[in-house]
């Protein structure tokens, strides 16, 4: 055998042995790249790869390249706890990743992070006490083995390869382009055309504003209509301290307590006094767009404030562009798409050239992976969330489902400090396996939705609700959603209230 036959047989083994960490994590998004940093601090012994099927870092931020892209929350929630936001609240895609980006290179995060990889399957065997992962990479089309003790889940809720469009009735006679937000066409020429978004969430309060200025007109065609918050830019409240020289770091974890006091309001008003926190966003919205604007018919939402995310419409974006004509917004139901536009059940017409589908996500329990737990496929929708992050007979195990209402981020940083807590917890038993158990007395628990209906009754979660885990009706298989009662309860979680079964 020559040198090269030598080489390229230890580069094929390489490439097909198995590979083994303690930790694993699916996801380099905002949630695994937190899950690295807890892993780093709290558990340095451990080591652990981050693998993600794209090719770059930042998940949502990197999948989403429609015009004007930005978070809808503030970066000193949405950012972390622990590395303080020096920009404006709201930021875009482009800052977002800067800041990630700057924390793989201060943490040294890159090593621990193998692009390309998409977990197909993942196995549990009882007896070698492990996740067996198949890996497919992008480069060389192959697959690869991996093995871990522990597999933590940060592959967020949505399928990152495409997003959800309704089979609207005659799509394919339309002449126009048809694009989804998630997997918007860098080249798309938009500037002098006729532009329908439909949709009016939180993607089409963003997108609309961020091209009307170059659109011949552009539409918001909505079912019905949504609660938008108009914020302004600025946090004063920043800005002042910033004069001041404080040191980042306390700017930030004011900024953030500030944030929180005001959110806690907002959403105790949602459930107190629904009818007055109404006529706020509704006053704003009328001083925006004049007292002759209907906004009883475009603006006023048939369910209480907050059942689903309020979209945040920065220093009123959306209705300037309305106000000032180069947007409109119309309530109506599509009957069908037609060669030149879309024809509405009320017999008007939009003419365009281009219809943007701001109709949401494919909601994904876990990444579309296999799961396998000694040889028998795991159906997550009959599972019971253990504090919404770990679930029943599933070993060493956990998931990342971040708030809907706060920031995701606030829950990925407590999901992280309970995983490393629980790690520690393990090592110090000479554990090697949790897996969570109902206790007898848990048996005749009722089964509710992971996320209540009544409590957030988001579209993309309502359509998929059926392949999400359950929850159950006490602690700790509840998943309240609910910031300030998880802030309580997760820190302090009793670890061995046999709930948790270790081997
Ligand atoms: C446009 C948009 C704006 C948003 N704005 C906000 C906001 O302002 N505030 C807020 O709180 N939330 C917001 N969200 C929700 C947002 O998704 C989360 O807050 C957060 O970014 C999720 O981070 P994550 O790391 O958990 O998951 P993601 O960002 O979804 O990242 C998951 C990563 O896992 C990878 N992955 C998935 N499956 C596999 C697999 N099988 N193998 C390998 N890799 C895999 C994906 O490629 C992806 O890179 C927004 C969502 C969208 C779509």
Same mark, same amino acid.
């Given at each position: 055998?020559?040198?090269?036959?030598?080489?390229?047989?230890?580069?094929?083994?390489?490439?097909?042995?198995?590979?083994?960490?303690?930790?694993?994590?699916?996801?380099? %998004?905002?949630?695994?790249?937190?899950?690295?940093?807890?892993?780093?601090?709290? &558990?340095?012994?451990?080591?652990?790869?981050?693998?993600?099927?794209?090719?770059?870092?930042?998940?949502?931020?990197?999948?989403?390249?429609?015009?004007?892209?930005?978070?809808?929350?503030?970066?000193?929630?949405?950012?972390?706890?622990?590395?303080?936001?020096?920009?404006?609240?709201?930021?875009?895609?482009?800052?977002?990743?800067?800041?990630?980006?700057?924390?793989?290179?201060?943490?040294?995060?890159?090593?621990?992070?193998?692009?390309g990889h998409t977990v197909k399957t993942a196995s549990w065997s009882s007896k070698d006490?492990?996740?067996?992962?198949?890996?497919?990479t992008s480069d060389k089309k192959e697959t690869q083995h991996f093995t871990c003790n522990?597999?933590?889940? &940060?592959?967020?809720?949505?399928?990152?390869?495409?997003?959800?469009?309704?089979?609207?009735?005659?799509?394919?006679?339309?002449?126009?382009?048809?694009?989804?937000?998630?997997?918007?066409?860098?080249?798309?020429?938009?500037?002098?055309?006729?532009?329908?978004?439909?949709?009016?969430?939180?993607? #089409?309060?963003?997108?609309?504003?961020?091209?009307?200025?170059?659109?011949?007109?552009?539409?918001?065609?909505?079912?019905?209509?949504?609660?938008?918050?108009?914020?302004?830019?600025?946090?004063?409240?920043?800005?002042?301290?910033?004069?001041?020289?404080?040191?980042?770091?306390?700017?930030?974890?004011? @900024?953030?307590?500030?944030?929180?006091?005001?959110?806690?309001?907002?959403?105790?008003?949602?459930?107190?006094?629904?009818?007055?926190?109404?006529?706020?966003?509704?006053?704003? #919205?009328?001083?925006?767009?004049?007292?002759?604007?209907?906004?009883?018919?475009?603006?006023?939402? %048939?369910?209480?404030?907050?059942?689903?995310?309020?979209?945040?419409?920065?220093?009123?974006?959306?209705?300037?562009?309305?106000?000032?004509?180069?947007?409109?917004?119309?309530?109506?139901?599509?009957?069908?798409?037609?060669? /030149?536009?879309?024809?509405?059940?009320?017999?008007?017409?939009?003419?365009?050239?281009?219809?943007?589908?701001?109709?949401?996500?494919?909601? &994904?329990? $876990?990444?579309?992976?296999?799961?396998?737990?000694?040889?028998?496929?795991?159906?997550?929708?009959?599972?019971? %969330?253990?504090? %919404?992050? $770990?679930?029943?007979?599933?070993?060493?195990?956990?998931?990342?489902?971040?708030?809907?209402?706060?920031?995701?981020?606030?829950? #990925?940083?407590?999901?992280? @400090?309970?995983? &490393?807590?629980?790690?520690?917890?393990?090592?110090?038993?000479? @554990?090697?396996?949790?897996?969570?158990?109902?206790?007898?007395?848990?048996?005749?628990?009722?089964?509710?939705?992971?996320?209540?209906?009544?409590?957030?009754? @988001?579209?993309?979660?309502?359509?998929?609700?059926?392949?999400?885990?359950?929850?159950? /009706?006490?602690?700790?298989?509840?998943?309240?959603?609910?910031?300030?009662?998880?802030?309580?309860?997760?820190?302090?979680?009793?670890?061995?209230?046999?709930?948790?079964?270790?081997?």
């Amino acid at each position: 055998m020559d040198i090269a036959d030598t080489v390229e047989s230890t580069q094929l083994s390489r490439a097909t042995a198995t590979q083994h960490f303690d930790v694993l994590i699916v996801g380099a %998004g905002i949630s695994g790249i937190d899950a690295a940093y807890h892993l780093q601090k709290n &558990c340095p012994g451990k080591s652990f790869v981050m693998l993600d099927t794209q090719k770059e870092f930042g998940g949502t931020w990197r999948t989403h390249k429609f015009p004007g892209i930005r978070s809808d929350s503030d970066l000193f929630t949405f950012g972390y706890k622990w590395k303080p936001w020096s920009g404006v609240p709201i930021a875009t895609a482009e800052e977002i990743l800067k800041y990630l980006g700057d924390i793989i290179e201060e943490r040294g995060l890159a090593q621990h992070i193998r692009y390309g990889h998409t977990v197909k399957t993942a196995s549990w065997s009882s007896k070698d006490q492990r996740w067996t992962l198949e890996v497919e990479t992008s480069d060389k089309k192959e697959t690869q083995h991996f093995t871990c003790n522990f597999l933590w889940m &940060c592959q967020g809720y949505y399928r990152h390869s495409e997003g959800y469009t309704p089979d609207f009735p005659g799509m394919d006679r339309f002449k126009g382009s048809i694009v989804h937000p998630q997997t918007w066409p860098e080249d798309l020429d938009y500037a002098g055309k006729r532009v329908v978004v439909i949709g009016s969430g939180a993607t #089409a309060a963003t997108l609309i504003p961020a091209m009307a200025e170059d659109t011949a007109h552009i539409t918001m065609l909505q079912r019905s209509p949504t609660y938008f918050f108009a914020k302004p830019k600025e946090d004063k409240l920043v800005s002042w301290l910033r004069k001041l020289h404080l040191p980042q770091k306390w700017v930030h974890a004011i @900024a953030r307590q500030n944030v929180l006091f005001q959110q806690k309001v907002v959403t105790r008003r949602s459930f107190e006094e629904p009818e007055k926190l109404k006529n706020l966003l509704l006053g704003a #919205a009328r001083q925006y767009l004049g007292d002759d604007f209907d906004i009883e018919t475009h603006f006023t939402p %048939g369910y209480r404030p907050w059942r689903q995310r309020l979209a945040v419409i920065p220093d009123g974006d959306l209705y300037k562009a309305i106000r000032a004509g180069k947007a409109s917004v119309v309530t109506d139901h599509i009957e069908t798409f037609t060669k /030149d536009g879309i024809l509405l059940k009320s017999g008007k017409t939009l003419q365009a050239d281009i219809i943007v589908t701001a109709t949401g996500f494919n909601l &994904c329990v $876990m990444g579309d992976i296999a799961f396998v737990v000694d040889g028998r496929q795991v159906d997550f929708a009959e599972r019971w %969330g253990h504090r %919404g992050i $770990m679930f029943s007979g599933v070993p060493n195990m956990a998931w990342v489902f971040g708030y809907l209402r706060t920031s995701w981020t606030m829950r #990925a940083d407590m999901v992280s @400090a309970f995983v &490393c807590k629980l790690l520690n917890h393990m090592q110090d038993k000479g @554990a090697s396996v949790v897996i969570p158990q109902l206790r007898e007395k848990d048996k005749d628990m009722q089964p509710r939705p992971f996320v209540e209906a009544e409590n957030f009754n @988001a579209g993309y979660l309502m359509r998929n609700m059926h392949i999400m885990p359950k929850q159950g /009706d006490r602690e700790p298989w509840i998943f309240s959603q609910d910031y300030y009662q998880e802030k309580r309860t997760i820190p302090n979680a009793d670890l061995e209230d046999g709930t948790l079964i270790y081997q």
